[in-house]
């Protein structure tokens, strides 16, 4: 079974940071791509980041220059550097990872959420 567990939210001033975590656990074989989604009230789920199992990276348009995704394959944890904050940026965010497990020798694949942290933006 595998877990991903996001920590590093809370409330923070327009214009300030906070680096979300979040690491995923259980019977890995390895992790492939990872992201950071993110979902304000009323609105629907939308992605912020992701980073491929080659550290390839994109953003939506409205993070750019502002967001860093990063990974720590040993730590199987991936990151989002977020800066510059805006009263927008407030959502509940959920880490999301294809993760590959191990059954009967088959290696297999499989999308993973986590429970999600709240992001507040407020002065």
């Known amino acids: 079974q595998v877990q991903l567990v996001e920590s590093g939210g809370g409330l923070v001033q327009p214009g300030g940071s906070l680096r979300l975590s979040c690491a995923a656990s259980?019977?890995?074989?390895?992790?492939?791509?990872m992201g950071w989604y993110r979902q304000a009230p009323g609105k629907e789920r939308e992605l912020v980041a992701a980073?491929?199992?080659?550290?390839?990276?994109n953003y939506a348009d409205s993070v750019k220059g502002r967001f860093t995704i990063s990974r720590d394959n040993a730590k199987n944890t991936v990151y989002l550097q977020m800066n510059k904050l805006k009263p927008e940026d407030t959502a509940v965010y959920y880490c999301?990872?294809?993760?590959?497990?191990?059954?009967?020798?088959?290696?297999?694949?499989?999308?993973?959420w986590g429970q999600g942290t709240q992001v507040t933006v407020s002065s």
């Open positions: 999301n990872a294809n993760v590959r497990y191990s059954i009967a020798s088959v290696i297999r694949a499989n999308d993973y």
């Open positions: 980073i491929t199992g080659g550290d390839s990276t």
């Open positions: 259980g019977s890995i074989f390895g992790l492939n791509a």
